[in-house]
Nanobody, 124 residues
Framework: QVQLVESGGGLVQAGGSLRLSCAAS????????MGWFRQAPGKDREFVAT????????YYADSAKGRFTISRDNVKNTVYLQMNSLKPEDTAVYYC?????????????????WGQGTQVTVSS
C-alpha cells in the first residue's frame, strides 16, 4: 500500500508560482510512474503531468506545457510539480497519483493510489 500526501497549495495571484510536493510512504516509489491531476468544481478530473519511474520520460497536458515542470526524487520518495505563470483557470484541487507500473500514463483510471489533494487558487 502506498500513502500519498500533497502539500504546497495555496492562494496566489495570476502570474505567480507554486511548488507542489507529494510525499509517499508505505512503499518506495522507485518502480512507480507518477502523475499529477487536477479537478475544478463541476469538472472532471483532468491530467496535468506524468513522469516515468526513472524520471527519464515526462508528458504534460497542453495547458501545462511551458509553465509546469514535474520532477521526482526517488531517494526522498517525493514527486514535485513546479507551477509558474499561473492563471485563474489553473484553480483546482491538485492530486498526485501513483501507478504500479514504471511507465507514464495520462488517464486517471491507470493509477492505483491517490493523495487527498491540495487546493490551488489563482486570483486575477
Amino acid at each position: 500500500q502506498v500513502q500519498l500526501v500533497e502539500s504546497g497549495g495555496g492562494l496566489v495571484q495570476a502570474g505567480g508560482s507554486l511548488r507542489l510536493s507529494c510525499a509517499a510512504s508505505g512503499r518506495t516509489l522507485i518502480n512507480y510512474a507518477m502523475g499529477w491531476f487536477r479537478q475544478a468544481p463541476g469538472k472532471d478530473r483532468e491530467f496535468v503531468a506524468t513522469i516515468r519511474s526513472s524520471g527519464s520520460i515526462l508528458y504534460y497536458a497542453d495547458s501545462a506545457k511551458g509553465r509546469f515542470t514535474i520532477s521526482r526524487d526517488n531517494v526522498k520518495n517525493t514527486v514535485y510539480l513546479q507551477m509558474n505563470s499561473l492563471k485563474p483557470e489553473d484553480t483546482a484541487v491538485y492530486y498526485c497519483a501513483a501507478r504500479r507500473n514504471p511507465y507514464e500514463a495520462r488517464s486517471p483510471a491507470e493509477y492505483d493510489y491517490w493523495g487527498q489533494g491540495t487546493q490551488v487558487t489563482v486570483s486575477s
